[in-house]
């Protein structure tokens, strides 16, 4: 045999003893560490997915942004598939439609009548409503009311946690009951 064969015998054989080596070891695996394909669903996006169409039932309505020229657009039957996604089968699926005046109604309530009955759900589970989702909305004075009340709160909380830092006694307020300061406790019902 020429050195040159040799060589080439040799490197193969290196090369056959790698593979065969590499073919009997398991990979290691730590716990936790599996990961799931991409095309899988994750746990993440099924949540995220379940958020999207609570919050399409909660609104309930389409906009002139929903509608081509042609009818129903994409984005609109999009929002259509997250309703009937998050919808109760024995109550009826009711889709506001707040278009203006000018923006042939007819044709957009037919069209959304149309693409709700060709994805399974019968007319009588189908409910049209004019204007905007009366539930969907709510007054600022109230949050606003509840904004200031909890800052007033934190505030008096504050003061409550100064004075009790410079050594004075915060004055009776809610709290655990055998804690100083708090109404109700065991130490002022059992003086």
Known sequence: MT???KARFLTLAAAGLLAGCQGSQKPTVFHGEKFQPEDEPHASQNVLAAQAAA?????ATLHPCHFGAQGLNSLGQEKLDLMIDAGEPSSPLVVYLDLPQDLAVAPARAS???YLKSRG???SQIRLE???NPHSTHSAADTLTQLQ??????????????QYQQGQQ????????????ATGSSDSQSK
Do not use: I, K
């Open 3 to 5: 050195t040159h064969w």
């Open 55 to 59: 919050g399409a039932r909660q609104d």
């Open 112 to 114: 959304v009548m149309d």
């Open 121 to 123: 759900l019968g007319e």
């Open 130 to 132: 004019d204007g905007s």
């Open 149 to 162: 009340n909890m800052q007033s709160q934190g505030q008096q909380g504050q003061t409550n946690q100064q």
């Open 170 to 181: 915060p004055p009776p307020g809610p709290g655990l009951p055998g804690m100083p300061g």
